[in-house]
């Protein structure tokens, strides 16, 4: 390995040599493989790549004092160099389109192009969240079709639509069932979370004020009903439970545990990041969950973007369902629909926790979820989820002889097989054995996620992966299995085939370079 | 079913591998008396591609698309012109089909135009660093709001009245559970902004100041000086914009004293949607806070070959490592839209960003000065960029209704705004962006005319 290069070769720039490399090129292009600059490097001030000059004017402005004195610093480029700098770029970019992205908790499932296609229809792209009610019902349509799903398939009384990514619906979840226990003059401060929880939970829970306790777990992976029950008293606000859990397992107790829950005077949160397993399948509200939020970008198909929008509504129950946050849609006698807000929810929805964000939610992505719902159909989505959990089974029942399974003896997983590193040669970890499958072209899985195992890989394939495709991926597992149990070397150095090799994460945390300055001297 | 891959011959072939007799035999965790043995009662069965996407069409015919009416909404959210390339780019599958870049051997892609865009970012807010992005603009004030808490160790906030009515309204929700004690106010029906009656309510307190940078009703506060009170009480100012164009022809709040900037960024490449999915736009200008800010963050390193690449980063600060200890709950950036962003502002550059400015205020300025002469109508702004209020004598909520019984967009009632002062019901709140035609405009004012009683 080279010593680590402070400024760092950059695209643009002649390669002097790099050590040990075949064929090196003096652009360090690699024929489809094009380096690119940065739009700081390669742009300028006085490039652009939209119709200019507007109409000149000379009438006096009404900015006053206030207008810009020095130069704003934002290099432009023109149209065909915009194309080529992002299509440069898309291409170091893994992607569903390219390959398989067995990414554990995180639902990584084909994106359709009809949902593309259906929210650029204008009536939904170009519409503005405050024009008058009349011309919006199709939009607001929308909403309340999406919501009428979500609410059936999982056995709801209402859904609050508005949260934009889960991590938000599950802070509306909470803050509703605060709002609901602080109705009832009942200040409880705990809120109880197993140790195998997403990071989110904990973070939430903290933000609505309140402090969290671990709930233990029993030795199959799941929560151990009877600690939980000698845990629960007057001071528990809630539980937040994931189900199925994040070590694939379908929580056995969980009508129980809300039984338990409830008769001790707190409430279920249920984190629905994983409601891909068991959409059509089991509904939520059968087990006793008082709020879940439905990621739309993981089981519903929107797009994940590289990070983002998410959407996140959040399906409540009876006792919640009156703290729900504006906006709302609701349908008047007459059949049309209304967005309940500030200004007429004191006859609607006086009891409402408040605003969680300025608009609608995100509509963009309601669109797509429901086209996606409409394509599969109830019975669609029932056989996605058997898919699913057929495809983890499969996978996990053919790489438990050579990666351990800790709960491979728990009965069959849900949407998603966990493993741990035990058995590996010693200095050889988990993350080797990821950065070997960025090589074999795969996406890594979810890496030491849940805690609760060493060394976890988390792999979920979702329902619309191939059976040759995951065979594939069960040939290159094995074999890398294989070499880090035998302790090959090459797979420390690994990706030896990916645009850049490792990256020091140390380094750009130790002295962070955040934005673009100019180059000194 | 078009999105299912497996065959039944696959499925069977899968089942023996895994010794189960069924998929219903995978279930069999699930309690039998609640599990579901066919479909969802009570909802539709699968439906073609063809058949789909004619409902949908159904649906969306029956809005009124801002194209296809002369369109004066903003109050948050503005249409601007996207060139058609930003829309195909995002739409290519490395970009659209990836996931966060938690694994940056194979996402430098994402990793870089983060990087771009919290640059165009920094600079166009004046700027020190730039998050990668947040939900929208009205959480990302919330999180100003906190950040700013955390930072003076003080819990109270001071609103101005002029700030967007629903970022407010997020402030208030949210301090509810955190007890930051809010203080608001209405806006005052002046000229200019109330920045003394603003500047009167800060006292040594208070944690931050928060103000719309230009205002609810367009007016332009003097930041400046609002600062200068601000800093002097030991207050953080945080400023918000919701229209990013504006920043092309007025001063970056950064240049103007303000420690946190925020915004909303929708305007830029993302288009109208509704209300979302949009971008919160979250900057400071001291660099040395950096530890203190919510949300992802990417930076500049080197790979092991020497090579310059891009890392997420800080990410101490964050829940999946941090857990109840986080700066925020945020797991999500709003990635797409930010490309979306950075891509229409890598083709606007500084002398598009400037020019697209210009235009905008040309045709305000017009669209106002025509409106004025609308018998019973009066401009209440003494300075505005591409947003100004109209008093009128009438509610114009309901003249709001009448504009778009006749075919036009006409702009936002402040009475739906600010529901609970009744002084505020004769505001007609009017955007003008490079959007509308004088031929628009003319047709606002003449249909005004008829609909003012």
Known sequence: ?521 | MRYLPLTDTDRTAMLEAVGAPSIDALFADVPSDLYLNGPVEGLPLHATEMAVEKHMRRLSKKNLAAADAPFFIGAGAYRHHVPASVDHLIQRGEFLTAYTPYQPEIAQGTLQMLFEFQSQVARLYGCAVANASMYDGSTACWEAVAMASRVTRKKRVVLSGALHPHYAEVVRTMAKFTEDEIAGSAPSLTALPDDDGLITRIDDNTASVVVQYPDILGRIPDLQKIADAAHAKGAKLIVVNTEPVALGALEAPGNLGADIVVGEGQALGVGLQFGGPYLGLFAITDPKLVRQMPGRLCGETVDADGKRGFVLTLSTREQHIRREKATSNICTNSGLCALAFSIHMTLLGAKGITGLAAENHRLACIAADRLAKVPGVTVLNENFFNEFTLMLDVDARQIVRDLADKGVLGGVGLGKLFPDIDGLKGGLLVTVTETASLEDIETLATTLEEVLP
Not at chain 1, 286 to 296: R, S, Y
Not at chain 1, 335 to 349: D, K
Not at chain 1, 493 to 507: C, I, K, S
């Open chain 1, 1 to 521: 390995m080279n010593q680590i290069n402070q400024s760092g070769w950059k695209p643009g720039t002649p390669v002097a040599s790099i050590d040990g490399e075949k064929h090196p090129t003096v652009t360090g292009n690699k024929a489809l493989m094009l380096e690119e600059a940065l739009i700081f490097e390669i742009g300028d001030a006085d490039t652009y790549g939209v119709d200019l000059p507007y109409t000149p004017t000379d009438l006096p402005g009404r900015m006053g004092k206030f207008t810009r004195k020095g130069e704003i610093g934002l290099p432009g480029l023109s149209e065909p160099q915009t194309v080529r700098h992002y299509t440069r770029l898309s291409r170091q970019n893994y992607g569903i389109d390219l390959g398989f992205f067995p990414l554990g908790s995180c639902t990584m499932k084909h994106n359709p192009r009809l949902n593309e296609k259906v929210a650029r229809m204008p009536g939904f792209l170009d519409v503005h969240p405050m024009q008058p009610i009349d011309t919006v019902q199709g939009a607001l349509g929308v909403i309340d079709e999406l919501a009428h799903w979500l609410i059936t398939l999982t056995g709801m009384q209402s859904v609050a639509m508005s949260p934009k990514a889960g991590a938000h619906g599950e802070l509306c979840g909470i803050l509703c069932i605060r709002a609901a226990l602080e109705a009832r003059g009942d200040a409880r401060k705990v809120v109880l979370v197993p140790e195998s929880a997403h990071g989110t939970n904990p973070a939430t829970a903290a933000f609505a004020g309140y402090s969290t306790e671990d709930i233990p777990a029993n030795k199959d992976g799941r929560v151990d009903l009877d600690a939980l029950k000698a845990r629960l008293g007057p001071d528990v606000a809630a539980v937040m439970i994931t189900n199925p859990n994040t070590c694939g397992l379908f929580e056995r107790d969980m009508k129980a545990i809300s039984d338990a829950v409830h008769e001790a005077g707190g409430l279920v949160y249920c984190d629905g990041a994983n409601f891909n397993a068991i959409m059509g399948r089991v509904r939520p509200g059968d087990l006793g969950i008082d709020a879940m939020h439905i990621n739309l970008h993981k089981t519903f198909s929107t797009p994940h973007g590289g990070g983002g929008p998410g959407s996140g509504p959040v399906v409540l129950s009876e006792a919640l369902a009156p703290f729900a946050p504006l906006p709302f849609v609701e349908k008047a006698k007459d059949g049309s629909l209304r967005l309940i807000e500030e200004e007429n929810m004191e006859e609607h929805h006086a009891s409402t926790f408040g605003r969680m964000t300025a608009f609608n939610g995100q509509m963009g992505m309601f669109t797509r979820a429901l086209t996606y719902i409409l394509s599969h159909g109830a019975d669609g989505l029932r056989q996605a989820a058997g898919d699913a959990v057929l495809n983890a089974n499969y996978i996990l029942r053919q790489l438990e002889d050579v990666l351990h399974a800790p709960f491979g003896a728990s009965g069959p997983c849900m949407h998603e097989a966990l493993f741990g590193d035990a058995g590996f040669a010693e200095g050889f970890s988990t993350l080797d054995l990821a950065k070997g499958l960025i090589d074999e072209g795969f996406h890594p899985m979810t890496m030491y996620f849940p805690l609760v195992v060493h060394g976890a890989m988390l792999i979920e394939p979702t329902e619309t992966e191939s059976k040759a495709g995951i065979d594939q991926f069960i040939m290159a597992m094995r074999s890398l299995a294989q070499r880090a149990k035998d302790g090959d070397e090459a797979l420390l150095t690994a990706p030896h085939h990916a645009p850049r090799a490792r990256l020091d994460e140390a380094h750009a945390a130790r002295k962070p370079r955040l934005a673009w300055s100019e180059p000194e001297g």
